[in-house]
Each structure stands twice: as C-alpha cells, then as structure tokens.
C-alpha cells in the first residue's frame, strides 16, 4: 500500500521529446540483453545517452546529449556485439506513445515496466568496446546452443514450443500459436513458472547431495546454477521469483531452519520492486505473487477445514 502511495505521489516520467520522432540519431550504451526474434536481431542498452542531431543535408546542429534509461535496437546486420560491451549505435528513432482513449494499448507504459524509453530501427554499430560481461554472454551461448538443438531435432512448432517452455524466448512462436495457447486459457503453460523452478532447482540438489558433497555446498552450487538458469532464460518477474523463493528454502534446509512460505515470498517482492519499483504495475508480477499469496493464506485454512492427509489431496487442494 505504501509502494502504491509514493508511486502516485511520484508519477512515472517518461521520454517525450517528439521532435526526434523517425530522425537519424546515435546513442551509446551498454548491451545488458539481446535476442533473435522472428529473424530480427535485438539489442538492449542501459546508462544511454543519446546524440539527438538530426542527420541530414539540411541540417548542421551541433551534437545534443540526453540521458534516458533504456533503449532497444532493431540491427540490421545479423552480427550482434557481445552482452556487456559498451557500443554506440546509429539508427532511426521510434517515440513511443502515450495512450488517448481509455482502455487504449499504453506504449510507453509497457515499454517503461521494461525500463525501455526509446526504441531504434535500422540499428548500426558504429563502434564498440573490447570489454564485455564473460558471464552473461556465456549463459546467451548455452542459450543460443539449446536453441539450435531444439530447431535441429524438433519442428518448428513443436522447437519454439520446447524454447519458450524451458528457456524462456518466445520469438520462434508464431502469433497464431499464442493466440491458439490464449484462447484456451492455457498461455501459462508457455511460460518459466515456479513449478519448473523447483523441479529443476531440487532435482539439482539432490543429485548434488548424493555425491556426498555437504549441504552448504549444495546449496552453493546449486544456488549458482538456479540464478544462472534465471537469468539465461530472462529474469522475468514470475521466473524471479520463483528462484529466490527456492534459494531462500535451500538455504533454510541447509542451516536447519524452518521454511515459510509468506516470509520468502515478502522477500522476494523486495528483492524485486527495490530492483524496478514499476513492477508493482507488472501483470506477471501481480499474477505471480498474487498466487502464491492466495495459497499461503488460503491453503492452511482449508487444509484444517476438509482434513486432507494424503500428498495428492493436499496437492490437488493447492491447486484450487
């Protein structure tokens, strides 16, 4: 409640300046993402500033600088520079927009949950740094490796079904796809989800656990692995938190503590909104935390009331 306070009493700024709106501009930032979707190549940038001179023949401003938050790049050449590097880019600017009506589609605002405040088209690398992330670009190349595994063994179809369930990209689906998952109510099934997360994250463990190894280095590996796989397959909201929920009942079994639930989950919504307070506003976070929230509460209660003993049941009950 607090959260929704400040957030109204501080509105979310964005960037308008129209007059950059389809022009020529560079900008400068560092590649904290990238993606092929739909055979288009992506970059995301972060700490950008941008030179809005206008290129043209009429033209001869003098370079402008403005600072913005994010920027995404639609690059032209399939080539794309490393995660972490630092890269000035040219291309041509896409405002976003505001909406008129309402129940309107809010651009700018689904761009701004991404921390995106520009978008770039016809992107060109004019120049890039020698320094990059080693971490993240290896996890974007076991990424891209699984990638082209699920694209050689399986049809297309069924390859960027298998890709958005375990590793998080949806580029390969078609729109007649997910519209298909939509109109049956089972969309979910295509995203990283808590359940995937645990199967993962405990399986893990206990393979750990059987080479002897002790429970605090279990729990270090596979704390490890599980933030690794997170982010590889995006770090979206629900997928986050989903892993520190997990991390954080590693850590309670390895230490001999007792798990709760409604405590892991208040700390992974900290962990989350201190990160981008915005998410507050984010569908899959609300979604997300809501659920967890309904059977935290809601659970015990009707466990007590119908008495179920037996896992399944109890299974099923949480399901409801």
Do not use: W
């Not at 976003?96 to 405040?117: H, M, S, T, V, W």
């Not at 397959?233 to 991390?247: D, E, P, Y």
């Amino acid at each position: 409640l607090s959260l929704f306070i400040i957030m109204e009493i501080f509105p979310v700024t964005y960037y308008n300046n129209k007059e950059i709106d389809q022009r020529i501009i560079r900008a400068r930032g560092t590649i904290y993402e990238k993606q092929k979707k739909e055979d288009k190549s992506i970059i995301y940038l972060k700490n950008v500033s941008l030179d809005t001179s206008v290129y043209n023949k009429e033209s001869n401003n003098k370079e402008k600088q403005e600072c913005i938050l994010g920027l995404m790049v639609y690059l032209e050449e399939d080539n794309m520079p490393p995660i972490g590097s630092r890269i000035e880019v040219k291309g041509k600017a896409k405002c976003l927009e505001r909406r008129r009506n309402p129940g309107q589609f809010d651009q700018a605002f689904y761009y701004k949950l991404q921390n995106i405040d520009l978008i770039l088209f016809e992107g060109k690398v004019q120049r890039q740094s020698k320094k990059y992330n080693v971490y993240l670009e290896g996890l974007y190349k076991v990424k891209a490796y699984f990638t082209n595994v699920f694209e050689k063994i399986l049809p297309e179809k069924e390859g960027g079904v298998m890709q958005a369930m375990l590793l998080g990209d949806k580029g390969q689906l078609s729109q007649e796809l997910k519209s298909l998952y939509q109109r049956n109510g089972i969309s979910h099934i295509l995203a990283i989800s808590g359940l995937h997360i645990s199967l993962i994250g405990a399986s893990i463990y206990h393979l750990l656990r059987k080479t002897g190894l002790s429970y605090h280095l279990c729990a270090l590996f596979g704390t490890a692995l599980m933030v690794s796989y997170g982010i590889m397959t995006g770090g979206g909201a629900s997928t986050m938190r989903a892993v520190i929920m997990f991390l954080l009942q590693i850590f309670a079994n390895s230490l001999g503590r007792t798990y709760d639930m409604l405590t892991a989950l208040a700390v992974a919504g900290i962990c989350l909104l201190v990160q981008n307070p915005l998410y507050l506003y984010h569908p899959s976070f609300l979604l997300s935390f809501g659920a967890v929230l309904g059977i935290g509460i809601l659970f015990p209660i009707m466990k007590d009331f119908i008495k179920i003993k037996r896992k399944l049941g109890e299974a099923l009950l949480a399901s409801l």
